[in-house]
């Protein structure tokens, strides 16, 4: 248990030593260098020099007046609460400097993403970047932020299609295609998935656990011919579906075939731009 916990606290700049040490502090109040090096089988040089960290960390405090100096931790409810000033400050800090520093472009090319708030980031930042279509492909969409972009971006007039899965998340000023057969299927699924492919221009792809707690591979792309070959296919996905659809409804050899033209005349439209070149 002891190890799990200090690999835990390893996310927050604790090494392992110093994650033993102030989980067993906190366990126990007042104990001696001596005493800990025997806890956690290190030597006294290694643990002192841990325990001088923990100190300037804050996580630490000594008892000065004690004959043999004793050691006991900070609640860590206290120390996150520092450690949250810090970091406030430290940003605002941070935000005054690198302000204005004016970015330059990012080169065209397919660059991995490696953390899921990484992956809903990027898709925040080519939602706002949209300017007339944004296509959505995934199992299932819950996450709040993404949602409201699309519905932000669904007011401005952008073309916002979303492919999905059961359950279908509500977004206003979306249009929606699914599979009739969701409903049978999607239990099934041991993963999820959300691409988002912008004007022809970007795309997000990304496989994660169900949950979003997990991300197995995602990459960014902003390369131009492989942002158009993915729109170009994702659009033929999305057409394919809503034809299943209407083929479902028994709808009319006219109808299919007004829908497919209207699609398709809707999803190219923002890749003018390239046709012209």
């Known amino acids: 248990m002891l190890s799990e916990q200090s690999e835990t606290l390893k996310f927050i700049g604790f090494s ?12 126990e109040s007042n ?6 090096s025997r806890l956690v089988v290190k030597p006294k040089s290694t643990v002192y020099k841990a325990l001088d960290a923990l100190q300037k960390k804050g996580a630490v405090v000594a008892d000065e007046a004690a004959k043999i100096k004793e050691f006991s931790a900070v ?3 206290e120390f996150f609460k520092m450690k949250e ?4 400050q430290n940003r605002q800090q941070a935000e005054e400097i690198l302000k204005s520093i004016k970015s330059g472009p990012v080169k065209p090319g397919l660059y991995p993403l490696e953390k899921i708030d990484q992956v809903f980031n990027k ?53 929606f295609t699914f599979n009739e057969s969701s409903q049978y299927r999607v239990a099934d699924f041991e993963h999820n998935w959300l691409e988002i492919f912008v004007d022809g221009k970007e795309y997000v792809i990304s496989l994660m656990s ?18 158009v070959i993915t729109f170009n296919s994702n ?14 409804e028994d709808r009319s050899k006219q109808e299919i075939k ?20």
């Open 123 to 175: 898709c925040l930042e080519i939602i706002i970047r949209a300017k007339k279509t944004i296509l959505v492909a995934c199992c299932h969409l819950e996450n709040g932020e993404v949602i409201k972009a699309l519905e932000q971006a669904a007011a401005k007039g952008i073309k916002v299609s979303v492919d999905c899965h059961l359950p279908v998340p509500k977004i206003n000023g979306a249009d």
């Open 235 to 248: 659009v033929y996905a999305m057409v394919l579906t809503r034809v299943r659809q209407f083929l479902h």
């Open 258 to 277: 007004e829908m497919i033209d209207a699609r398709i005349s809707d999803y190219y439209e923002c890749l003018g731009e390239y046709i012209e070149k």
């Open 31 to 36: 104990l001696t260098g001596y005493r800990l």
């Open 210 to 227: 169900k949950d979003a707690s997990i991300l197995y591979r995602a990459v960014w792309c902003n390369e131009q011919y492989l942002s």
């Open 16 to 27: 392992q030593i110093e994650a033993e040490i102030y989980i067993l502090l906190l366990k």
């Open 85 to 88: 000033r810090e970091f406030s």
């Open 75 to 77: 609640p860590y409810q």
